[in-house]
């Protein structure tokens, strides 16, 4: 079955104690991308990868790390989490000329005491 | 930075009435989607609208995207209550950049049996 994957689901930790969230993707896909979904905000985009090894900033970046050391992985750190990263985070994937038809992971709910 | 906005925030209509919701940006899009989340789910792609004054139907829904590529609406005719759920634009810029997504802060509809 095509699909996003992130793990974990939820997450409760303290402010200064790094996390990473997985994000994998078993369509083939070259674009990746993070976004954090809040309230009244509808949904930012953290960073975006267009292939391995390549990444930009979106709208959000601050406060958060990625990586992309193979196409099918994404992974979103938080060296240092503050309670303003509590958000509900979101992966997407996406064919690189058709990146705007992304498939959305089902979400991170995390929790920053 | 480019900014999308969408109003309206809240919609709640009978079941059987229309519904339409619109999306304006600050710059020319290259193209925009539409995007719907049901409560507790994630973002899933509708369509996407790629040239001037384009119109496209699914089924009840009829969605349009303006002249000057700076604005589009979803409109739902009779809605149902599987219609309920947050409907979201995203538009990405021309140029530099227009890798980047940025989303509306979407139209939370609630359908009344």
């Known amino acids: 079955e095509a699909q996003v994957t992130q793990n974990p689901r939820y997450l409760i930790t303290v402010t200064g104690k790094k996390l990473t969230v997985t994000c994998s993707q078993n369509m083939n896909h070259e674009y990746m991308s993070w976004y954090r979904q809040d309230p009244g905000l509808g949904l930012r985009q953290i960073y975006y990868s267009m292939n391995v090894e390549v990444t930009d900033k979106g709208d959000v970046p601050e406060g958060y790390k990625v990586s992309r050391k193979e196409k099918r992985n994404f992974p979103l750190i938080l060296e240092s989490p503050s309670p303003n990263q509590t958000s509900l985070y979101f992966c997407?994937?996406?064919?690189?000329?058709?990146?705007?038809?992304?498939?959305f992971g089902p979400g991170t709910r995390l929790t920053v005491l | 930075g480019q900014q999308v906005m969408q109003i309206p925030q809240y919609q709640h209509v009978q079941e059987g009435e229309d519904f339409t919701t619109y999306c304006n940006s600050s710059t020319t899009l290259s193209n925009i989607q539409w995007y719907k989340q049901r409560p507790g789910g994630h973002p899933v792609f509708l369509i996407q609208?790629?040239?001037?004054?384009e119109v496209k139907k699914q089924k009840r829904l009829t969605f349009q995207f303006g002249e000057a590529k700076k604005n589009s609406s979803l409109h739902i005719t009779a809605t149902q209550t599987t219609d309920v759920g947050t409907y979201f634009c995203?538009?990405?810029?021309?140029?530099?950049?227009?890798?980047?997504?940025?989303f509306g802060k979407g139209t939370k509809l609630s359908v009344i049996p």
């Open positions: 609208l790629v040239k001037s004054g």
């Open positions: 997407a994937s996406a064919f690189r000329g058709d990146y705007n038809e992304q498939f």
């Open positions: 995203a538009g990405s810029g021309s140029g530099a950049g227009s890798y980047q997504l940025t």
